[in-house]
């Protein structure tokens, strides 16, 4: 099946809503079963490559929770599905972490762990809100996706697009806080970059050049040049450069001979990968012909273009009009200084897509992750009416 980008055709609707909810004693998940899936979720350790246990999880709780299709792909994706006919919404989160075990506890009202913020909560509130919703037969599906290595390089969400779901709207998963939809991220290259000299002895240091001093003072002339091109309208709008890692060793004459520079950069919408991959080389060349006796190669290790969403969309739409009937407002619409699985998703579809979740975004990757269970709670009615208004396309165009 391929991708559907389709244009709004004649609506099925015939004054029922495509997915009737379940309420009172009958709710599938009540907000002790919601917590409960978080807590677990939260308890199964899974840094990047290490997902198979939570999607074996997954796979037993969409089958519990009456996923009528449940499956998974070659990647390790897992994915559950619900209802039939069209449309059909997509939401996505991603069962990977940052490596860095957090002991599971509740202090306070708020949940800690690995993941809680980025992005357990919203994978959990995502399946918690489609479970809530009992199917009209035609009327419309849902498809729930909890895909791998989003922390790493997006294998997940590449293969999830390979696999060629047939899908009108898309929702990802990733902290915006209870009130904010992102609808745009930044790109990134991921680069390394080697610098070799000759080795010697540390009493002839004066004589020498340093393999780690020359790749600091290369890193220094990057991080200057883009300063120089920093944007008067933020950070946002500018090349972020990070050294993320540093590499080198030993040598028996002292001096070290190599250097291995790790070097992330986020670009802004007007710079696209190969364009900023240009800007370092050319930095990187006149270093070279200013310290001939250094050897410098560069590699490309990651690629991701910049994404901006169009904001009147219907996914949009119902998720704001969502996010007013739960919480009453006021709705911020976030650009993101990093990058997420949208920018992929939604640059190759061209779907109308959106990024909404629980949780305070600058917790993410930290010892102290945790999110506040009222808005985690709050944040499963958000997916769940978004949802309905997507399946029903009452007043979102």
Same mark, same amino acid.
């Given at each position: 099946?391929?991708?559907?980008?389709? %244009?709004?055709?004649?609506?099925?609707?015939?004054? +029922?809503?495509?997915?009737?909810?379940?309420?009172? &004693?009958? &709710?599938?998940?009540?907000?002790?079963? +919601?917590? %409960?899936?978080?807590?677990?979720?939260?308890?199964?350790? +899974?840094?990047?490559?290490?997902?198979?246990?939570?999607?074996?999880?997954?796979?037993?709780?969409?089958?519990?929770?009456?996923?009528?299709?449940?499956?998974?792909?070659?990647?390790?994706?897992?994915?559950?599905?619900?209802?039939? /006919?069209?449309?059909?919404?997509?939401? *996505?989160?991603?069962?990977?972490?940052?490596? /860095?075990?957090?002991?599971?506890?509740?202090?306070?009202?708020?949940?800690?762990?690995?993941?809680?913020?980025?992005?357990?909560?919203?994978?959990?509130?995502?399946?918690?809100?489609?479970?809530?919703?009992?199917?009209?037969?035609?009327?419309?599906?849902?498809?729930?996706?909890?895909?791998? &290595?989003?922390?790493?390089?997006?294998?997940?969400?590449?293969?999830?697009?390979?696999?060629?779901?047939?899908?009108?709207?898309?929702?990802?998963?990733?902290?915006?806080?209870?009130?904010?939809?992102?609808?745009?991220?930044?790109?990134?290259?991921?680069?390394?970059?080697? *610098? %070799?000299?000759?080795?010697?002895?540390?009493?002839?240091?004066?004589?020498?050049?340093?393999?780690?001093?020359?790749?600091?003072?290369?890193?220094?002339?990057?991080?200057?040049? *883009?300063? &120089?091109?920093?944007?008067?309208?933020?950070?946002?709008?500018?090349?972020?450069?990070?050294?993320?890692?540093?590499?080198?060793?030993?040598?028996?004459?002292?001096?070290?001979?190599?250097?291995?520079?790790? !070097?992330?950069?986020?670009?802004?919408?007007?710079?696209?990968?190969?364009?900023?991959?240009?800007?370092?080389?050319?930095?990187?060349?006149?270093?070279?012909?200013?310290?001939?006796?250094?050897?410098?190669?560069?590699?490309?290790?990651?690629?991701?273009?910049?994404?901006?969403?169009?904001?009147?969309?219907?996914?949009?739409?119902?998720?704001?009009?969502? !996010?007013?009937?739960?919480?009453?407002?006021?709705?911020?619409?976030?650009?993101?200084?990093?990058?997420?699985?949208?920018?992929?998703?939604?640059?190759?579809?061209?779907?109308?897509?959106?990024?909404?979740?629980?949780?305070?975004?600058?917790?993410?990757?930290?010892?102290?992750?945790?999110?506040?269970?009222?808005?985690?709670?709050?944040?499963?009615?958000?997916?769940?009416?978004?949802?309905?208004?997507?399946?029903?396309?009452?007043?979102?165009?």
């Amino acid at each position: 099946m391929k991708y559907s980008a389709k %244009k709004k055709r004649e609506s099925h609707n015939d004054g +029922s809503v495509f997915f009737k909810q379940v309420n009172g &004693e009958d &709710e599938k998940m009540n907000r002790e079963d +919601s917590i %409960k899936l978080l807590q677990e979720m939260l308890g199964i350790y +899974s840094p990047s490559r290490k997902e198979e246990k939570l999607a074996a999880f997954l796979r037993g709780k969409f089958e519990i929770l009456g996923f009528g299709n449940v499956w998974n792909d070659k990647a390790g994706n897992i994915y559950g599905e619900i209802g039939s /006919g069209y449309p059909t919404v997509l939401l *996505c989160g991603h069962m990977d972490t940052v490596p /860095g075990w957090i002991p599971v506890r509740i202090e306070n009202g708020k949940l800690y762990g690995r993941g809680a913020v980025d992005a357990k909560s919203s994978l959990a509130a995502m399946i918690c809100a489609a479970s809530s919703l009992t199917p009209v037969k035609g009327k419309g599906r849902v498809i729930v996706a909890g895909v791998v &290595e989003e922390e790493r390089k997006a294998k997940g969400i590449r293969q999830l697009i390979r696999e060629g779901l047939s899908v009108e709207y898309a929702v990802f998963g990733e902290p915006s806080g209870l009130r904010n939809i992102t609808f745009a991220y930044k790109g990134k290259i991921g680069l390394t970059v080697t *610098c %070799k000299t000759v080795s010697g002895h540390v009493g002839a240091q004066h004589l020498l050049d340093n393999a780690i001093e020359k790749s600091f003072e290369l890193w220094r002339n990057i991080k200057d040049h *883009c300063r &120089e091109r920093q944007s008067p309208h933020g950070i946002f709008y500018s090349l972020t450069p990070s050294l993320v890692n540093i590499k080198s060793r030993r040598t028996s004459g002292g001096i070290p001979d190599v250097s291995i520079l790790e !070097i992330d950069i986020r670009l802004p919408p007007t710079v696209k990968p190969n364009m900023a991959a240009d800007i370092i080389k050319n930095v990187i060349g006149k270093f070279q012909a200013a310290n001939p006796s250094v050897t410098i190669s560069t590699k490309i290790t990651d690629s991701v273009q910049p994404f901006v969403a169009r904001r009147q969309t219907p996914v949009m739409n119902a998720l704001k009009k969502a !996010i007013l009937e739960v919480t009453g407002g006021p709705v911020k619409f976030l650009r993101k200084t990093g990058t997420g699985d949208m920018n992929i998703f939604g640059a190759q579809t061209r779907i109308p897509v959106a990024t909404y979740g629980p949780g305070d975004a600058s917790l993410s990757h930290t010892p102290y992750e945790r999110i506040d269970l009222t808005e985690y709670l709050a944040s499963i009615q958000v997916y769940k009416k978004a949802t309905e208004f997507l399946l029903s396309s009452v007043d979102i165009d």
